[in-house]
């Protein structure tokens, strides 16, 4: 189907869809003010426990129904039900759009794309770099597509700010034959949580993008850095895959690529347990059996010394890439904390940044301390740089990317 839908006149609301292998996540948002009206989750679906949990932002009370949900369509169904119960269906003129986070775009899409039969053989194309994550946004796309066929609906990728991203920064040193023939690159994620948040934190210190850069610390369960100089990327840690970087909830983040090696040949392991080791089993669940920084922060109080190097191993690495990033930047205007450990784990901050003093960092203990939902300051006021605590909003992001697309197209 090629689509040449348009946007409704006067509708302002986006749908946005994030959807997972056997999840979809949903927020249906007004852009009129940037309200939300709902926003849900369905998880397990193709099981018999699937679980749909709805929330109409306006009446507030959370609905929750449990009924196998055998695909994405059946699931998606569901969902065009509970907000059609709240007067907000799919079917409503006031829709404008829906828009899909797409994990991987590869190098072809470094901005929100209208998709197209075009772009979605292009997406299919980049299955193979994304096989855990693509296949899923797809079935989402066609399911929507499936439902609203007159609607405009915009990908909105994963890897589009990355792609501003030097050569030398992309490359991994390997010879270009072999990786141009894979397609074996650096992409980064998170791009659109490193966007939003780097664009913040210059509204905080009350510069334009343009004029700050930035180093965003995405810290969730899945964790990345990026370097921003004047709002564009440069470096990111996250690599051909989520898999390279930080020290995250689950992933091993950076390791000699020797030990795959040596995992396949002397431990006898088959390349997908490696791959469910070093994606699952690894990171601070690997090394302490938990990957919820609250409880590693609960044993470590109660003196446990396992929580205690998983904390040191990730507080290491993290440091090392801020050190990596003032390099590659020069000059760095602010240090931003975003996603659930950013955004939570005052410890975390504090850690990350003590002794870097040298480098004009420094945490306010008073600051650090305050829990809120907002974007602030948790450094110093004398120190040079300035350290942030950025919430981010990336489903407001894809809306808004979204949002812009349909109302001024621009020609792709
Ligand atoms: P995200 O992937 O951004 O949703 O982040 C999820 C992670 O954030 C969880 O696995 C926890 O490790 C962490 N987290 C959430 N809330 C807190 C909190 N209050 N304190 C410390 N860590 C938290």
Do not use: W
């Not at 090394?287 to 470590?300: K, P, V």
């Amino acid at each position: 189907m090629t689509t040449n839908a348009t946007r409704p006149t006067d509708a302002t609301r986006v749908l946005v869809l994030n959807s997972g292998s056997s999840s979809v996540k949903y927020q249906l948002l007004d852009m009129h003010d940037g309200a939300r009206l709902a926003v849900g989750l369905v998880e397990r679906i193709g099981e018999e426990t699937s679980r749909l949990v709805h929330t109409p932002l306006r009446d507030g009370g959370s609905r929750e129904r449990t009924a196998p949900m055998a695909d994405h369509e059946a699931a998606l169904k569901a969902v065009a039900d509970e907000l059609a119960a709240d007067g907000l269906g799919l079917d409503s003129p006031e829709l404008a759009a829906i828009g899909h986070r797409v994990v991987h775009g590869g190098l072809k899409f470094s901005a929100p794309t209208v998709i197209t039969d075009e772009v979605m053989a292009e997406i299919e194309r980049l299955v193979p770099v994304a096989p855990l994550h693509n296949p899923a946004n797809i079935t989402g796309i066609r399911t929507a597509q499936a439902l609203r066929p007159d609607l405009p609906q915009v990908a909105v990728f994963d890897t589009a700010f990355h792609t501003t991203m030097p050569e030398y920064a992309a490359r991994y040193a390997i010879d270009v034959e072999t990786a141009d023939a894979h397609r074996i690159r650096r992409y980064g994620f998170h791009g659109t949580s490193h966007a939003y948040v780097s664009r913040r934190v210059a509204g905080l210190l009350g510069k334009d993008p343009a004029e700050v850069n930035v180093i965003v610390l995405h810290l969730g369960n899945g964790a990345s850095a990026s370097a921003v100089a004047g709002g564009r990327c440069v470096d990111t840690s996250m690599g051909l895959t989520p898999l390279e970087g930080l020290v995250m909830g689950t992933r091993s983040g950076d390791i000699d690529p020797a030990v795959v090696f040596h995992l396949e040949r002397v431990a006898g392991m088959s390349t997908d347990e490696i791959d469910v080791l070093l994606n699952k089993k690894s990171g601070l669940v690997g090394l302490c059996g938990d990957n919820d920084m609250r409880e590693i922060q609960r044993r470590i109080d109660g003196g446990d010394e396992r929580a205690r190097l998983a904390f040191d191993v990730y507080i290491h690495r993290l440091k090392k890439y801020i050190g990596a990033y003032y390099a590659v930047l020069g000059r760095v205007d602010a240090v931003a904390f975003t996603a659930g450990v950013g955004e939570n784990a005052a410890p975390v901050r504090e850690a990350a940044i003590t002794g870097l003093e040298e480098l004009g960092l420094a945490v306010d203990a008073d600051l650090n301390a305050v829990r809120s939902g907002e974007p602030r300051l948790i450094s110093p006021e004398y120190a040079r740089v300035a350290v942030a605590v950025v919430p981010t909003d990336e489903e407001l992001e894809i809306a808004q990317q979204t949002y812009s697309l349909v109302t001024f197209p621009v020609d792709q």
